[in-house]
């Protein structure tokens, strides 16, 4: 029998933090998990996720044999038991510097970059450095919810600047203009987009980092979808562009390898003029790395192998079978009224489709119709709002082919189920 507690209780002086609550509120998964909770358990078809972008346990979309070898040889080597330096080993910071170099005007030396926990912990790191009082940074719409997140913990004030749906989403740099002011610190891209499924072409992002300069701002930008373009548009690295503003470019292997649970990532300055060292967010970022935790040293010391090893055939199998679903889901799109899609997706794996909800009868918004989706059909697709823009959908088509005709099918029965009678 449990002992009976001699004392009367106290106030307890603890408690959670609602600040945090909020953050994670906001973020992609929070949606999703209310989506899942919504299924009918006794619908006897297997559940299609197209609603968030995670190809890793489908087997066309295994990972390439040299990565799995690097990992391998990584721990068999017992060479990264040990605890790794907080900016990441040379070695590792060598090679990205390296394998990124190549897409560069200039070279990256191992300095310019900091091995981080994916793409995740770069996107912490930067935001927390820049976090100072009455700071803002200028985000994307739509965009990637993790940055609001990430900006509603640190303190920093947002400002959305809209992407322009009929212009392949590129950005309104009217807007960006008249958003920022002397408290503007930075400017966030995603390049290729998620969730718009773009790639900017390099007189684009030209006009970005000119745009920065005139601001006195520095670039981030996410290119955790680095060379995962299949369109018109080839991948031009953000950093091409460094010497005319201060780039600070996060992206990992989690995407184009297709390992996201790895967990490792990069933050990287490219800054050939020395501003930011000058400025003080290098020592920021040292800083801030010292007082947190580290990619595993065993998959540092498998990223030398995964970046040179990996065969040229790997990435054209999978920018392949990426054309080929956005294809597919382009098409289907095409067949259901109630869709628009006013831009083709060429990057990334996700396509924006536009609700017309005067078509649907019992439809209230965007959410309505992904709650409905899960329940009727048992296929999940993220709401716009989820991403900042309401009543559209963002569809993931990178899942096994037969999966994917499969849920495009039961949404398409869902709008004709629920569309208005004439
Ligand atoms: C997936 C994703 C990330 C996170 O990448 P990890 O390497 O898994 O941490 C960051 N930014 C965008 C835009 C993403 O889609």
């Given at each position: 029998m449990a002992t009976e507690n001699e004392f009367s209780p106290k106030e307890w002086s603890f408690k959670g933090d609602e600040l945090l609550v909020r953050s994670s509120a906001v973020t992609v998964r929070g949606v999703l998990d209310k989506l899942m909770g919504n299924?009918?358990?006794?619908?006897?078809r297997p559940t299609i996720p197209?609603?968030?972008?995670?190809?890793?346990?489908?087997p066309s979309f295994r990972t390439a044999p040299e990565a799995e070898n690097a990992i391998s040889d990584s721990l068999y080597s017992?060479?990264?038991n040990c605890y790794s330096p907080s900016v990441g080993t040379l070695p590792a910071r060598k090679a990205v510097a390296e394998h990124l170099s190549r897409d560069l005007p200039y070279k990256l030396s191992p300095d310019d970059v900091y091995l981080t926990s994916g793409c995740t912990q770069a996107i912490e790191v930067i935001l927390t450095v820049l976090a100072r009082p009455n700071a803002n940074i200028l985000l994307p719409?739509?965009?990637?919810p993790y940055y609001e997140a990430r900006a509603i913990f640190s303190n920093i004030e947002f400002r959305y600047f809209d992407l322009l749906p009929e212009k392949d989403?590129?950005?309104n740099l009217h807007t960006v203009e008249l958003l920022a002011d002397e408290n503007t610190v930075a400017i966030v891209i995603i390049n290729p987009g998620n969730p718009c499924g773009n790639v900017y072409k390099y007189e684009h992002l030209k006009k970005v980092a000119e745009t920065a300069r005139k601001l006195g701002i520095l670039v981030i930008s996410d290119?955790?979808?680095?060379?995962?373009a299949f369109g018109k548009n080839p991948f031009v690295p953000m950093g091409v562009f460094g010497s005319i503003a201060p780039v600070i470019t996060v992206g990992s292997i989690s995407k184009r390898w297709i390992v996201?649970?790895?967990r490792i990532g990069w933050l990287v300055t490219n800054d050939p003029n020395g501003i930011l060292k000058k400025h003080g967010v290098v020592d920021s970022i040292i800083a801030f790395l010292n007082i947190s935790s580290d990619p595993a040293t065993i998959v540092q010391g498998a990223i030398i192998q995964v970046l040179e090893k990996t065969k040229e055939e790997f990435f054209l199998k999978i920018l392949n079978q990426l054309r080929e679903a956005a294809e597919t889901c382009c098409s289907k799109i095409k067949e259901?009224?109630?869709?628009?899609?006013?831009s083709k997706p060429e990057g990334a794996m996700f396509a924006l489709v536009k609700l017309d909800?005067?078509?649907?009868?019992?439809?209230?918004d965007d959410l309505d119709f992904c709650l409905k989706l899960s329940k009727e059909e048992s296929v999940i697709v993220l709401p716009g709002l989820a991403v900042g823009l309401k009543n559209w959908l963002r569809i993931t088509y990178s899942v096994e082919p037969s999966a994917l005709d499969d849920g495009l099918n039961r949404i398409k029965a869902f709008c004709l189920r629920h569309a208005k009678k004439q």
């Open positions: 299924l009918n358990p006794n619908d006897p197209l609603g968030h972008g995670d190809p890793s346990p489908f017992a060479k990264f719409r739509p965009g990637y989403w590129e950005v290119e955790v979808y680095y060379h995962l996201p649970g790895w259901i009224p109630c869709f628009a899609c006013p909800l005067s078509l649907l009868e019992d439809i209230e």
